[in-house]
């Protein structure tokens, strides 16, 4: 009888153990809200921001449409609320700030919220682009003076694309370092243009690309 009420007792509780694992998370947005925007310069920018609810809970604030990945996973651009307070001034609440972070990996089923990697994007003159799982983007060096373009695919640690395009603008008197790259399908291909309006086409084979010649970057479907 012991023996029955224990395998019995192990039976209901592995299963609200299971029951609680598969449990589904929301995840919602709130409302839209204006902010200013600043990363030090003398020249703050209007953004619109909405929190990022898991489970009823706030967890980030975000600006900019969110891109679908999968059906489970979908990423969305970061903003950030930090003490802009100096440490002579006392100030009884502290001074917030918004600063543009980098991008978020959302995952529907499992409720987890993650930095996505992606290297020498920078926050506030990278402008990604999406198509599938891949983000292209104007990388800037940590001494802010190389701009490359930068392939990478979600989930890999190294870029599959990393190519000079020459010095970066000055940051006092540019925004973005590039317009945003244009993709195609069917083949893949994606097409950096500097402020100089110079064009570089790439095709993107899994996690390999190569550079495509001016009479076929034509080729493809938007």
Not at 57 to 64: C, N, W
Not at 76 to 92: F, G, K, Y
Not at 118 to 143: H, K, N, Q, T
Request: aromatic share 10%; charged share 25%; net charge neutral.
């Amino acid at each position: 009888m012991r023996f029955f009420f224990r395998t019995t007792l192990c039976f209901f509780l592995l299963m609200a153990v299971a029951l609680a694992a598969s449990k589904p998370h929301v995840i919602t947005f709130g409302k839209w809200a204006s902010v200013k925007s600043s990363a030090g310069l003398d020249r703050p920018d209007e953004l619109k921001v909405r929190p990022l609810y898991v489970d009823g809970r706030v967890k980030e604030f975000t600006f900019g449409v969110p891109h679908e990945i999968t059906e489970q996973v979908f990423v969305v651009r970061r903003i950030l609320r930090v003490n802009d307070a100096l440490p002579q001034e006392t100030l009884s609440t502290p001074r917030w700030s918004w600063q543009r972070g980098g991008w978020l990996v959302v995952d529907r089923v499992t409720g987890r919220i993650s930095q996505a990697s992606l290297p020498e994007f920078d926050p506030d003159s990278s402008a990604g682009s999406w198509y599938r799982d891949y983000v292209a983007y104007c990388g800037i060096s940590d001494d802010g003076r190389k701009l490359s373009a930068v392939v990478t695919q979600l989930g890999r640690r190294k870029p599959v694309l990393k190519k000079p395009l020459g010095e970066a603008a000055d940051a006092e008197t540019s925004g973005s370092e590039c317009a945003p790259p244009g993709w195609q399908r069917a083949p893949t291909r994606v097409t950096f243009v500097s402020l100089a309006g110079e064009k570089s086409t790439f095709a993107v084979r899994g996690h390999t690309v190569e550079v495509v010649a001016d009479d076929d970057s034509e080729e493809g479907t938007q």
